[in-house]
């Protein structure tokens, strides 16, 4: 038996048992699907921003609207400030390097051993 | 709105390669004038020098303005010297240098009159020449 046959078999039994079902029962039974109906609402979602009021949201396109016009802000603003650090990468010794440089002492005093003996002693 | 949100992603994953390939290309002739007074001595081979190192030196030359005419000067004098060191030697400077500053003002000024005493010694001049 392939699956339409199975299909349409099942459907066939499902009406059959539906027409053996009681008056009370099915009464109750759409009762609670009318009432199911009557309580289905959008789901919501809670966004809470930082210390700010809670933001009530459902899926309307507004709502989409809205965040992807953030998404996108937040991408500038991220793209930007690599931009920026980039270009003002700085070496973490370069503060050091420019007080050495600057210093009166020639470069090679640092590396000459006797500066050690003297420092030591 | 999804044009939008294209162009941002590009945007966000571009501009720091752009920004890195616009440094990596900063070759002499692209210079302030400002800069290149400042790095004059490194003129020859800045244009061989490699990304990071421009950089530090671009970020050195930045410094340079807020520098008294003296410590310019002695900039512009031990430039050189200080870009032909190899990084463990710029190492083994930075951490005496370090020493040294810790000392107390009386100590660094003897330490600093015995080098130049030291300089005028044989003994330097005889181990310079090897």
């Known amino acids: 038996m392939n699956e339409p046959e199975l299909g349409n078999k099942i459907a066939q039994l499902l009406d059959r048992s539906l027409d053996d079902i009681e008056q009370n029962t099915l009464n109750r039974l759409q009762s609670a699907r009318r009432t199911s109906l009557e309580n289905y609402r959008v789901v919501e979602t809670l966004v809470t921003t930082g210390d700010g009021p809670a933001i009530r949201e459902g899926h309307s396109p507004r709502f989409n609207t809205r965040n992807l016009l953030s998404l996108v802000a937040l991408l500038l603003v991220l793209a930007s400030v690599s931009y920026w650090q980039t270009l003002q990468y700085g070496d973490e010794n370069e503060e050091i390097d420019i007080l050495l440089l600057a210093d009166d002492l020639p470069i090679n005093a640092y590396l000459d051993n006797e500066l050690d003996v003297w420092l030591d002693s | ?130």
């Open chain 2, 1 to 130: 709105m999804a044009r939008l949100l294209t162009v941002a992603l590009w945007l966000y994953f571009s501009l720091p390669s752009y920004a890195q390939s616009e440094l990596d290309q900063s070759s002499w002739t692209g210079l302030s004038s400002q800069e290149k007074r400042t790095l004059a001595p490194l003129a020859k081979d800045w244009d061989k020098m490699d990304p990071a190192k421009k950089q530090k030196w671009l970020g050195i030359s930045k410094r340079y303005q807020s520098m008294t005419p003296l410590e310019q000067q002695r900039i512009q004098t031990h430039i050189r010297d200080w870009d032909s060191l190899t990084p463990d030697q710029r190492k083994q400077a930075r951490k005496k240098y370090q020493k040294i500053k810790k000392l107390s003002p009386e100590k660094r000024l003897e330490i600093k009159q015995k080098w130049r005493k030291y300089k005028q010694s044989s003994k330097y001049r005889k181990k310079n020449l090897k």
